[in-house]
Nanobody, 120 residues
């Protein structure tokens, strides 16, 4: 079983910055894909940023140029640096990791979520 624990959420004014962290119980290099999602109450969970084991990244258009996903393998930690925050970025942010085992079984792991609120 893999555990993911997010932190770093909070309340910030529009234009401000936050850095979310996600600590995993195993090295992020072991995952095939990992990333950040967000969800607003009453809406579907949305992919925000994703990174492959090889380091390829992709972002939803609304955060391109403002958010950066990264990882520190030595600390088993993934980050989401968020800058120039907007009120529409307000959501619960979830850490996600996908692992495909040697028998081709796919495992999907989620953190508990951290609230980000951006005031106008």
């Amino acid at each position: 079983q893999v555990h993911l624990v997010e932190s770093g959420g909070g309340l910030v004014h529009a234009g401000g910055s936050l850095r979310l962290s996600c600590v995993a119980s195993r090295n992020f290099f072991s995952f095939n894909v990992f990333g950040w999602y967000r969800q607003v109450t009453g809406k579907q969970r949305e992919l925000v940023a994703i990174c492959t084991r090889d380091g390829n990244t992709n972002y939803v258009d609304s955060v391109k140029g403002r958010f950066t996903i990264s990882r520190d393998n030595a600390k088993n930690t993934m980050y989401l640096q968020m800058t120039t925050l907007k009120p529409e970025d307000t959501a619960v942010y979830y850490c996600n990791a996908d692992l495909i085992s040697s028998d081709a079984t796919r495992y999907v792991y989620w953190g508990q979520g951290t609230q980000v609120t951006v005031s106008s």
